[in-house]
Protein backbone atom coordinates (compact mmCIF):
# COMPACT_ATOMS: atom_id res chain seq x y z
CA UNK A 1 0.00 0.00 0.00
CA UNK A 2 2.88 2.39 0.53
CA UNK A 3 4.21 1.46 -2.59
CA UNK A 4 1.28 2.71 -4.36
CA UNK A 5 0.62 6.10 -1.92
CA UNK A 6 4.27 7.15 -3.26
CA UNK A 7 3.25 6.56 -7.28
CA UNK A 8 0.48 8.36 -7.06
CA UNK A 9 2.44 11.46 -5.19
CA UNK A 10 5.29 11.10 -7.84
CA UNK A 11 2.39 11.63 -10.70
CA UNK A 12 0.57 14.40 -8.77
CA UNK A 13 4.20 16.42 -8.31
CA UNK A 14 4.43 15.59 -12.63
CA UNK A 15 1.11 16.85 -13.00
CA UNK A 16 1.83 20.31 -10.98
CA UNK A 17 5.06 20.84 -12.68
CA UNK A 18 3.59 21.09 -16.13
CA UNK A 19 1.47 23.71 -14.68
CA UNK A 20 2.82 27.65 -15.24
CA UNK A 21 3.13 28.65 -11.40
CA UNK A 22 1.09 31.96 -11.99
CA UNK A 23 -1.08 31.04 -14.68
CA UNK A 24 -3.30 27.54 -13.87
CA UNK A 25 -5.24 27.00 -16.92
CA UNK A 26 -9.15 26.39 -16.39
CA UNK A 27 -11.20 22.97 -16.73
CA UNK A 28 -10.20 21.90 -20.38
CA UNK A 29 -12.72 22.71 -22.86
CA UNK A 30 -14.11 25.95 -20.76
CA UNK A 31 -12.42 28.50 -21.96
CA UNK A 32 -10.10 28.95 -24.69
CA UNK A 33 -6.81 30.57 -24.36
CA UNK A 34 -7.05 33.28 -27.01
CA UNK A 35 -9.92 35.20 -27.02
CA UNK A 36 -10.94 37.72 -29.61
CA UNK A 37 -12.13 40.91 -29.48
CA UNK A 38 -14.66 42.98 -31.94
CA UNK A 39 -13.93 46.92 -30.35
CA UNK A 40 -15.97 49.22 -32.90
CA UNK A 41 -15.34 46.93 -35.90
CA UNK A 42 -11.76 45.95 -35.26
CA UNK A 43 -10.98 42.62 -34.47
CA UNK A 44 -7.94 42.09 -32.09
CA UNK A 45 -6.75 38.73 -30.89
CA UNK A 46 -4.92 38.18 -27.75
CA UNK A 47 -4.68 36.13 -24.66
CA UNK A 48 -6.73 35.67 -21.55
CA UNK A 49 -3.55 35.69 -19.86
CA UNK A 50 -2.80 39.48 -21.01
CA UNK A 51 -6.25 40.42 -20.57
CA UNK A 52 -6.16 39.69 -16.85
CA UNK A 53 -3.01 40.96 -16.17
CA UNK A 54 -5.00 44.14 -14.39
CA UNK A 55 -7.37 41.90 -12.35
CA UNK A 56 -9.70 44.77 -11.72
CA UNK A 57 -10.16 45.58 -15.64
CA UNK A 58 -13.48 45.31 -17.52
CA UNK A 59 -11.60 43.26 -19.68
CA UNK A 60 -10.74 40.77 -17.20
CA UNK A 61 -14.03 40.54 -16.16
CA UNK A 62 -15.27 40.13 -19.52
CA UNK A 63 -13.23 36.86 -20.39
CA UNK A 64 -13.87 35.71 -17.50
CA UNK A 65 -17.47 36.01 -18.28
CA UNK A 66 -18.25 37.14 -14.73
CA UNK A 67 -21.80 39.15 -14.80
CA UNK A 68 -21.34 40.74 -18.57
CA UNK A 69 -23.26 39.05 -20.38
CA UNK A 70 -21.28 40.37 -23.32
CA UNK A 71 -22.81 40.01 -27.29
CA UNK A 72 -19.96 38.38 -29.44
CA UNK A 73 -19.90 38.66 -33.17
CA UNK A 74 -20.77 35.99 -35.80
CA UNK A 75 -16.89 34.84 -35.30
CA UNK A 76 -17.66 34.69 -31.48
CA UNK A 77 -15.40 37.92 -30.68
CA UNK A 78 -16.62 39.68 -27.65
CA UNK A 79 -18.45 42.92 -29.48
CA UNK A 80 -17.15 46.12 -27.39
CA UNK A 81 -18.47 49.41 -28.74
CA UNK A 82 -15.18 51.81 -28.32
CA UNK A 83 -12.87 53.18 -30.42
CA UNK A 84 -10.09 50.71 -31.93
CA UNK A 85 -7.81 53.66 -32.46
CA UNK A 86 -7.02 53.53 -28.74
CA UNK A 87 -7.41 50.14 -28.38
CA UNK A 88 -4.15 49.36 -29.65
CA UNK A 89 -1.87 51.05 -26.72
CA UNK A 90 -4.27 49.89 -24.07
CA UNK A 91 -3.69 45.87 -25.61
CA UNK A 92 -0.08 46.85 -25.74
CA UNK A 93 0.12 48.14 -22.29
CA UNK A 94 -1.40 45.06 -20.45
CA UNK A 95 0.84 43.08 -22.93
CA UNK A 96 4.20 44.77 -22.15
CA UNK A 97 3.51 47.51 -18.79
CA UNK A 98 4.58 50.74 -21.15
CA UNK A 99 2.13 53.22 -23.00
CA UNK A 100 3.55 53.53 -26.13
CA UNK A 101 1.87 56.40 -28.10
CA UNK A 102 1.87 57.60 -32.00
CA UNK A 103 3.43 60.83 -31.86
CA UNK A 104 -0.44 62.29 -33.32
CA UNK A 105 -2.63 60.51 -30.82
CA UNK A 106 -4.36 62.17 -28.04
CA UNK A 107 -2.86 61.52 -24.49
CA UNK A 108 -7.16 62.48 -23.27
CA UNK A 109 -8.20 59.77 -25.77
CA UNK A 110 -6.65 56.81 -24.04
CA UNK A 111 -7.33 58.20 -21.05
CA UNK A 112 -10.85 58.15 -21.78
CA UNK A 113 -10.78 54.44 -22.89
CA UNK A 114 -8.14 53.55 -19.70
CA UNK A 115 -11.19 54.70 -17.43
CA UNK A 116 -13.74 52.58 -19.31
CA UNK A 117 -11.49 49.53 -19.17
CA UNK A 118 -10.99 50.01 -15.68
CA UNK A 119 -6.85 49.63 -15.82
CA UNK A 120 -5.99 51.43 -12.70
CA UNK A 121 -1.84 51.85 -13.03
CA UNK A 122 -2.75 52.54 -16.63
CA UNK A 123 -4.63 56.16 -15.84
CA UNK A 124 -2.23 57.08 -13.36
CA UNK A 125 0.87 57.14 -15.62
CA UNK A 126 -1.98 59.05 -18.25
CA UNK A 127 -2.69 61.70 -15.85
CA UNK A 128 1.01 61.99 -14.91
CA UNK A 129 2.19 62.45 -18.31
CA UNK A 130 -0.43 65.31 -18.67
CA UNK A 131 0.55 66.94 -15.67
CA UNK A 132 4.13 67.17 -17.22
CA UNK A 133 3.17 68.60 -20.34
CA UNK A 134 1.13 71.04 -18.73
CA UNK A 135 3.55 72.13 -16.08
CA UNK A 136 6.04 72.91 -19.12
CA UNK A 137 3.44 74.88 -21.11
CA UNK A 138 2.97 77.10 -17.93
CA UNK A 139 6.26 78.05 -17.65
CA UNK A 140 6.29 81.26 -19.46
CA UNK A 141 9.70 82.44 -21.47
CA UNK A 142 10.96 85.12 -20.42
CA UNK A 143 10.08 88.67 -22.19
CA UNK A 144 13.22 90.54 -23.35
CA UNK A 145 12.62 94.51 -22.26
CA UNK A 146 14.54 97.18 -24.35
CA UNK A 147 15.34 100.35 -22.49
CA UNK A 148 17.31 103.76 -24.89
CA UNK A 149 19.67 105.99 -22.31
CA UNK A 150 20.65 109.44 -23.71
CA UNK A 151 23.92 110.34 -21.82
CA UNK A 152 27.15 112.68 -22.57
CA UNK A 153 30.26 111.32 -23.48
CA UNK A 154 31.98 112.05 -20.46
CA UNK A 155 29.12 110.05 -18.36
CA UNK A 156 29.26 106.63 -20.59
CA UNK A 157 31.57 105.00 -17.90
CA UNK A 158 29.64 106.18 -15.24
CA UNK A 159 26.34 104.80 -16.86
CA UNK A 160 27.24 101.46 -17.87
CA UNK A 161 29.13 100.71 -14.31
CA UNK A 162 25.89 101.60 -12.56
CA UNK A 163 23.39 99.47 -14.73
CA UNK A 164 22.02 97.44 -12.13
CA UNK A 165 22.37 93.40 -12.23
CA UNK A 166 20.26 91.79 -14.93
CA UNK A 167 20.26 94.38 -17.65
CA UNK A 168 22.63 93.71 -20.55
CA UNK A 169 24.41 96.31 -22.94
CA UNK A 170 23.31 96.20 -26.47
CA UNK A 171 24.16 99.02 -28.35
CA UNK A 172 26.18 102.34 -28.65
CA UNK A 173 24.65 104.58 -30.85
CA UNK A 174 26.33 108.39 -31.35
CA UNK A 175 23.91 110.92 -32.21
CA UNK A 176 26.17 113.67 -32.71
CA UNK A 177 27.09 116.80 -30.80
CA UNK A 178 23.70 118.54 -30.61
CA UNK A 179 24.70 121.16 -27.42
CA UNK A 180 27.82 123.80 -27.45
CA UNK A 181 29.22 124.43 -23.65
CA UNK A 182 31.11 127.18 -24.10
CA UNK A 183 33.70 125.72 -26.69
CA UNK A 184 33.72 122.17 -26.15
CA UNK A 185 31.33 119.99 -28.32
CA UNK A 186 29.62 117.13 -26.28
CA UNK A 187 29.33 114.15 -28.12
CA UNK A 188 25.50 112.54 -27.19
CA UNK A 189 25.27 109.00 -27.07
CA UNK A 190 22.44 106.44 -26.98
CA UNK A 191 22.70 103.70 -25.02
CA UNK A 192 20.24 100.70 -25.44
CA UNK A 193 20.36 98.12 -22.83
CA UNK A 194 18.08 95.17 -22.85
CA UNK A 195 16.75 92.70 -19.70
CA UNK A 196 14.57 89.25 -19.77
CA UNK A 197 11.77 89.59 -17.67
CA UNK A 198 10.57 86.36 -16.04
CA UNK A 199 6.92 86.22 -15.02
CA UNK A 200 6.53 84.68 -11.65
CA UNK A 201 3.69 82.42 -10.70
CA UNK A 202 1.64 85.31 -8.73
CA UNK A 203 1.50 87.12 -12.57
CA UNK A 204 3.70 90.12 -11.29
CA UNK A 205 6.61 90.71 -13.11
CA UNK A 206 10.03 90.94 -11.11
CA UNK A 207 12.01 93.64 -12.05
CA UNK A 208 14.79 95.29 -10.10
CA UNK A 209 14.71 99.03 -9.83
CA UNK A 210 16.90 100.78 -12.53
CA UNK A 211 20.09 102.61 -11.08
CA UNK A 212 21.15 103.82 -14.40
CA UNK A 213 21.03 107.48 -14.97
CA UNK A 214 18.18 108.28 -18.12
Known amino acids: ?87 GPILNFLRHGKLVLDKDMAEEGILEEAEFYNIGPLIRIIKDRMEEKDYTVTQVPPKHVYRVLQCQEEELTQMVSTMSDGWRFEQLVNIGSSYNYGNEDQT ?27
Open 1 to 87: GVRMRMEGREEMQGAVGLRCTWDIPPPAGTQAKWVRLNVGGTVFLTTRQTLCREQKSFLCRLCQGEELQSDRDETGAYLIDRDPTYF
Open 188 to 214: EFLCVVSKELYNSPNGLSSEPCHKAKV
